[in-house]
């Protein structure tokens, strides 16, 4: 074999494994999935109230590319939750991704603003939330996040580190 015929050879080969590449895509699952980032601030204070913040960002993949609702369908798929309470902090609402080509598998990074809150305290203490009591500077806040695709499949759940939100 003559040497054209040996760089035809590897530039068919790589042109078919460029090809092939291009048509398959990720081997993503159905069921989204979430991966923590990072925080941009790890402590915020409480006070005033809403003016202070940490952007969340995650990764996410998703196999069929069900992320989001279209403009005209109510609802939210991001969901937030104090572990200081186990109640439900925030929920945040990703547009829908269109469609690309005939594999709809999609990743991402998603971008999320948080409002700081208010500090809580021990119950047995009596001290309403909001305050700012010698005996404790600060709270240790974290928040556990999920995603729900348009097809009802819940996302693992990640939690965030600890952001110290000052009391004071």
């Known amino acids: 074999m003559n040497l ?6 590897i530039i068919l080969v790589f042109s078919v494994l460029g090809i092939y590449s291009c048509i398959n895509s990720p081997d993503y699952s159905d069921k989204p999935t979430l991966e923590f980032v990072s925080l941009s601030n790890l402590q915020m204070s ?17 196999g069929d590319g069900d992320i989001g609702f279209s403009t005209d369908i109510p ?11 186990g109640e439900f902090y925030d929920r945040f609402r990703v547009p829908a991704i269109p469609e690309q080509g005939a594999n709809n598998g999609v990743s991402g990074t998603i971008n999320m603003v948080v409002l700081n809150t208010c500090c809580i305290f021990p119950p047995q203490d009596s001290i309403p939330a909001c305050e700012s009591p010698a005996q404790y500077p600060d709270n240790d806040l974290t928040f556990t996040i999920y995603m729900v695709d348009r097809a009802g499949n ?10 110290k939100l000052k009391c004071n």
């Open 154 to 163: 819940k996302s693992n759940e990640v939690k965030t580190p600890v952001i």
């Open 46 to 62: 409480q006070r005033p109230l809403n003016s202070d913040t940490t952007i969340v960002s995650l990764k996410f993949t998703d």
């Open 4 to 9: 054209k015929h040996k760089i035809s050879l």
């Open 75 to 85: 609802g939210e798929n991001i969901f937030i939750i104090d572990d200081r309470t």
